[in-house]
């Protein structure tokens, strides 16, 4: 699986941004999704995650209310909405890709990673 983010960005504090995240591929429809982002002179860390009907989907709690996990299994894409944004939330941010159903907050158990896409708030 190949996977390519889009969306990302300059974005002033309060406003909105959708990342699109494509794969490549036709068994798409069998891999759990999930978004990371990684901010200056940190680790990258886990944000939000979708099961690979798009029937379940998790979030952190500093994203919930604001940021939402989707995706179009005909499209083979998934989006990250992301509202109300803060300068906290400046990051390059990445989806990934692990085969299977289960919903997970580990980087490890995914296998597939996109470049990443900068995103930053800013006024």
């Known amino acids: 699986v190949q996977l390519v983010e889009f969306g990302g960005g300059l974005v002033q504090p309060g406003g909105s941004l959708r990342l699109s995240c494509a794969a490549s591929?036709?068994?798409?429809?069998?891999?759990?999704m999930g978004w990371f982002r990684q901010a200056p002179g940190k680790e990258r860390a886990y944000i939000a995650a979708i099961s690979r009907s798009g029937d379940s989907t998790d979030h952190v709690d500093s994203v919930k209310g604001r940021f939402a996990i989707s995706r179009d299994n005909t499209k083979n894409t998934v989006y990250l909405q992301m509202n109300s944004l803060k300068p906290e939330d400046t990051a390059v941010y990445y989806c990934a890709a692990r085969f299977g159903a289960a919903l997970s907050g580990v980087e490890g158990q995914y296998s597939y990673w996109g470049q990443g896409t900068q995103v930053t708030v800013s006024s």
């Open positions: 591929g036709s068994d798409f429809k069998f891999y759990a």
